[in-house]
């Protein structure tokens, strides 16, 4: 079965700082994988996705993630840090045998310090 | 990508009651999703509703307890039904993006007092 984790629930950061929020995935074959973007009494909004291709994917606000394969990563990065990206950060991992279910981590709460 | 207009933004219920939650689309889709996100907690998929047929339900949810609508090719319900405080979530719509991802509602905020 497949699951996705997060490590750090709480992530805080000074404004100008690298973002580095973490996601791991457990998956017989590598899946489709996803991060989404929470802010403050907003749905969801998808900042970037590996499907296949380029295991480098640039995304919306700078952001970015490396599928690396052999560490089962997926990690999101920002070399500079926004007052306006602290909001809530999902990864997400869909199968690629062509259903729709994501199956989600169970978030990263970002804090931008001034 | 397609928009979706989530109704309503959020609602404080009494328990006991039901809640019914909209869902509309921009563009016609084949399928629709309903998620919930309790407090603190990541997103769990509902059900998935085809146009014309029963919703199908994971594992944990019911019919009786979440009945869904899916009247036509925009539009679906979520109804959550005898409410009670541990029903208190975010409940959010979804729709495929046609482009490997998925464009969410800005959900539902639901307390049940």
């Known amino acids: 079965a497949q699951s996705v984790t997060q490590l750090g629930s709480h992530v805080s950061v000074s404004e100008g700082a690298l973002v580095l929020l973490r996601c791991n995935y457990s998956?017989?074959?590598?899946?489709?994988l996803f991060w989404y973007v929470q802010y403050p009494n907003q749905g969801l909004q998808l900042l970037l996705k590996?499907?296949?291709?380029?295991?480098l994917v640039k995304g919306i606000n700078g952001f970015e993630a490396e599928f690396k394969k052999s560490e089962t990563s997926f990690h999101l990065t920002k070399p500079s840090a926004h007052m306006s990206d602290a909001a809530e950060y999902f990864c997400?991992?869909?199968?690629?045998?062509?259903?729709?279910?994501?199956?989600f981590g169970t978030g990263t709460r970002l804090k931008v310090l001034a | 990508s397609a928009v979706i207009s989530q109704k309503p933004s959020r609602d404080i219920c009494q328990r006991g009651t039901s809640l019914t939650i909209q869902c509309q689309v921009d563009?016609?889709?084949?399928?629709m999703f309903w998620y919930r996100q309790q407090p603190g907690q990541s997103l769990t998929l509902i059900a998935t509703?085809?146009?014309?047929?029963?919703?199908?339900?994971e594992s944990g949810f019911v019919i009786d307890k979440f009945p869904i609508s899916r009247p036509n090719l925009t539009f679906s319900t979520l109804t959550v039904s005898n409410m009670s405080p541990e029903d208190s979530s975010i409940y959010l719509c979804?729709?495929?993006?046609?482009?490997?991802?998925?464009?969410f509602g800005s959900g539902t905020r639901l307390t049940v007092v």
């Open positions: 979804s729709v495929s993006d046609h482009k490997g991802g998925y464009t």
């Open positions: 998956s017989s074959v590598p899946p489709y």
């Open positions: 590996y499907t296949t291709g380029a295991t």
């Open positions: 997400a991992v869909t199968p690629t045998s062509g259903t729709y279910k994501y199956i």
């Open positions: 563009s016609q889709v084949t399928m």
């Open positions: 509703a085809n146009q014309g047929s029963e919703a199908t339900y």
